[in-house]
């Protein structure tokens, strides 16, 4: 088992930057690739963002793109997902995960979820 603890939410004007981390415990933490998702009032959970179990690899969905960053360290057993320049329609609930294996874009390949944290942009 993996437990995962989101945190960094809140509410903030669209423009400015906002830090999510996530920490695990449980098992080893570089065993397993991470991935930041959203889910919006009343639309389905989407991909934000993944990365390798190294760090060297990372995944973004083409609306963060340029604007999100996750990275990630296996010392501290946390993920982290700056989020800059945040628009209005980046509000959602931000869930971490872990997957042990396959595609990063696909919600059904991870195998453990936190319990998300809000993200609330006002324009």
């Known amino acids: 088992q993996v437990q995962l603890v989101e945190s960094g939410g809140g509410l903030v004007q669209a423009g400015v930057s906002l830090k999510l981390s996530c920490a695990a415990s449980g098992r080893t933490f570089s065993n397993y690739r991470m991935g930041w998702f959203r889910q919006a009032p009343g639309k389905e959970r989407e991909f934000v963002a993944a990365?390798?179990?190294?760090?060297?690899?990372?995944y973004y969905a083409d609306s963060v793109k340029g604007r999100f960053t996750i990275s990630r360290d296996n010392a501290k057993n946390t993920v982290y997902l700056q989020m800059n320049s945040l628009k209005p329609e980046d509000t959602a609930v931000y869930y971490c995960a872990a997957a042990s294996g396959g595609l990063p874009t696909l919600r059904d390949r991870y195998d453990y979820w936190g319990q998300g944290t809000q993200v609330t942009v006002s324009s």
């Open positions: 990365i390798n179990r190294s760090g060297g690899s990372t």
